[in-house]
Every structure is written in C-alpha cells, then in structure tokens.
C-alpha cells in the first residue's frame, strides 16, 4: 500500500549534494529529498512518500487530504491494534 501524505516545507539543506528538506507532516517533522521538486519554496506544500517529497501543492489540495486522513482515523478505518505508518517511515 503507497501512502503519499502532504507536509509544509520548513528548511531546505544540501546534503550530500542533494537538494533535502525538513518537512512538517501534520504536526510532526520529516527530512526528505527535494530532487523532484526543485523548485519549491519554503511555506509550500508538498506531497511526501518514501523520503522524496513528489509534487508541490497548494494549501487548499494539502488541507483537504489531511481532512480525509482524519476522517479515515475517526471511522475506524484502522485496526485498533493496527500501527499507524509515522510521518518519518513514509
């Protein structure tokens, strides 16, 4: 199962010689690789999986895909017993 979740770009490093980022996923921080979006600016949003931030979006796009994250946890649909994937492993 992929899970892409969207965070907010906090800083931006050159580590290693590759474009990183500490991104702010809904409260908690994750470091990911800037490659495939070199563009973005730090207040933007963007969506991260697998330690690579994939897109840029908008606040709006970002907002309502946290919205649904927290439906989905409401409803139950997770197990119980089931760990949630944190931020840092996706």
């Known amino acids: 199962m992929c899970l892409a979740i969207p965070g907010r770009l906090l800083e931006r490093t050159v580590e290693n010689g590759l474009n990183m980022g500490t991104i702010d ?14 563009d973005i600016k730090i207040g933007q949003y963007t969506i991260v999986h697998a ?27 997770f197990d ?5 994937p944190s931020p840092e492993s996706l």
């Open 51 to 77: 330690g690579f931030a994939l897109k840029i979006i908008d606040e709006e796009e970002a907002a309502e895909s946290l919205k649904l994250w927290q439906e989905l946890i409401e409803s139950g649909a």
């Open 80 to 84: 119980a017993d089931e760990e949630l």
């Open 25 to 38: 996923v809904n409260g908690s921080k994750t470091r990911a690789c800037l490659e495939y979006v070199p």
